[in-house]
């Protein structure tokens, strides 16, 4: 039972990197590349760590469950902060947004496209 839920967390973990790898790939401005990499700390982070945690738990290795533990706290409490200050960084910089990113329906922007 416990091998079933680390490969769950293993296989979530590898989805999000995944996906937040095309992200990174397909977006087409760096507030939008910005997001897709947060994606892949956050989400595929916290089940890659979870899976490590359950994995010392089973066998019994509370060291590194309680290693996994710290770097999950640390991650969910310091990438928000860290990606809202890339994304301030980018914006003080003149980094601009693509017209496909941006649809102001009150400016009179067609959204449709």
């Given at each position: 039972?416990?091998?079933?839920?680390?490969d769950v967390c293993?296989?979530?973990?590898?989805?999000?990197?995944?996906?937040g790898v095309v992200g990174i790939i397909r977006m087409p401005d760096t507030y939008c590349r910005l997001q897709s990499s947060t994606n892949i700390v956050t989400m595929g982070g916290i089940f890659l760590l979870l899976a490590a945690i359950?994995?010392?738990?089973?066998?019994e290795k509370i060291d590194i469950a309680v290693k996994a533990f710290v770097i999950l706290v640390f991650i969910v409490l310091t990438n928000p902060v860290a990606s809202h200050a890339m994304a301030r960084a980018a914006y003080r910089s003149g980094a601009v947004m693509d017209k496909k990113s941006?649809?102001?329906?009150?400016?009179?922007d067609k959204c449709d496209d």
């Open positions: 039972m416990i091998r079933i839920l680390i293993l296989i979530l973990g590898i989805f999000f990197v995944f996906a359950i994995f010392g738990i089973g066998s941006v649809c102001d329906e009150y400016k009179g």
